[in-house]
């Protein structure tokens, strides 16, 4: 049995973010023809291209400085990661590799990719979701 939080449950924030973020995407293809799909943007900084790079660092950046604002001026929730460190390190290489694989990651195909009626986003969308569904199941239920 599923036990949901009520407190917790907030869908006006959610769906504000998933507005804002949709906007995001939609106006970044709009503006500049490209995806915004962060495995692509940062794999273009590892590889750069002359001309290229600095609209990938302030995406970047605006990345890694948006929730320094946002705890600068209000609370930030807590984070609780159940996992050591190898367990992340595992599980970031396998990220990495299916991201490789996939040729984008979910923000690149859940996002962008399902928006544009891309059917190999789809595909992968489901792929994502799939082993996200059977990792959970077998890490709470079978391992446990």
Known sequence: MIDIAWNSFTPWSALAGGIIIGLSAALFVLLNGRIAGISGILGGLLTPVSGDALWRVAFIGGM?????????????????????YPTLVVAGLLVGIGTRYG??????????????????????????????????????????
Do not use: D, K, Q
């Open 64 to 84: 890694i400085i948006a929730p320094l604002l946002a705890m600068a001026t209000g609370t930030l929730p807590a984070i609780e990661i159940n996992a050591g």
């Open 103 to 144: 040729s984008g990651c979910t923000s690149g195909h859940g996002v962008c990719g399902l928006s544009r009626f891309s059917p190999r986003s789809l595909v992968a969308t489901l792929s994502f979701m799939a082993a996200g569904f059977v990792t959970v199941y077998l890490l709470r239920h079978i391992f446990a």
